[in-house]
């Protein structure tokens, strides 16, 4: 009986860079010839969280690509260093590949995105006419929402200093000031069991993230995005800024 195929694959991003990714492909006699491509979390790594879902999508017939931001895991760049929108350029590079892959139907590409790359996913749609579906699970639909719900008042102005601080340091200097990633996203008790792995990220992320508003560029540029799903398991709709989510499932283009 075949089974789920993965294999290690890389292309060239937005900065031209190698990307690092993993193919997830069907059961020989069970391809849809429908690809998805995947976005992991804030300062997540392609073999972290996707490879579950990436597993039961591809059995179920679909081909999933997860990979590496640039600066994360096994992508070359500046190492933890994350900026949203190079982060979305790596996305709509991650999509072409796909299509242009021989694997799939370029015309039957879907996008999925968890956390903060649920935003990160919003806008590649927006800016990609190449996905014709996306679905996004407990999406950071506002960078500085995000940062300020998981810290009290103080706690952000004192990281916003510090990220300016290493701002001015690094264009003194040149120095890049680097932290844990659980130093600028504070952990809940659950999640610092859970991911014990120790991500370094430059402290200027806390900058860029901060402003960082997915949803709202998304809609600008778009105006609305519909996703439905052939197993009526997914509604996502993008309508003047609202996030419309009836069951988020597993989508299909």
Not at 72 to 87: K, S
Not at 91 to 101: I, K, Q, R, W
Not at 169 to 177: F, H, Q
Request: net charge negative.
């Amino acid at each position: 009986m075949s089974e789920v195929r993965t294999e290690d694959v890389s292309f060239f991003g937005a900065a031209g860079a190698s990307v690092s990714g993993s193919m997830y492909l069907p059961p020989a006699g069970q391809n849809h010839r429908i690809g998805i491509v995947m976005c992991h979390g804030f300062g997540g790594v392609k073999e972290g969280v996707l490879p579950g879902l990436a597993t039961l999508l591809a059995g179920a017939g679909y081909t999933a690509l997860a990979f590496d931001f640039r600066g994360f895991g096994g992508t070359g760049g500046q190492v933890g260093r994350l900026v949203p929108d190079e982060q979305v350029e790596d996305t709509v590079h991650a999509l072409e590949d796909l299509a242009g892959s021989g694997r799939v139907d370029p015309e039957q590409v879907g996008l999925y995105g968890t956390s903060f790359g649920g935003g990160v996913a919003a806008l590649a749609a927006a800016y990609s006419d190449r996905p014709k579906a996306l679905a996004v699970s407990v999406p950071v639909t506002s960078g500085g929402g995000w940062l300020k719900s998981m810290t009290r008042y103080y706690e952000f102005r004192d990281l916003k200093a510090k990220a300016m601080a290493a701002i001015r340091e690094k264009t003194a200097t040149g120095t890049i000031a680097m932290v844990d990633r659980f130093d600028i996203m504070i952990p809940d008790p659950l999640s610092l069991e859970r991911y014990t792995q120790k991500i370094p990220m430059v402290m200027e992320t806390f900058y860029h993230v901060s402003h960082h508003e997915p949803i709202a560029r998304a809609d600008t540029q778009a105006g609305e995005v519909t996703q439905r799903s052939n197993a009526d398991a997914l509604a996502v709709r993008l309508d003047n800024l609202r996030i419309d989510v009836e069951r988020l499932k597993v989508t299909a283009c």
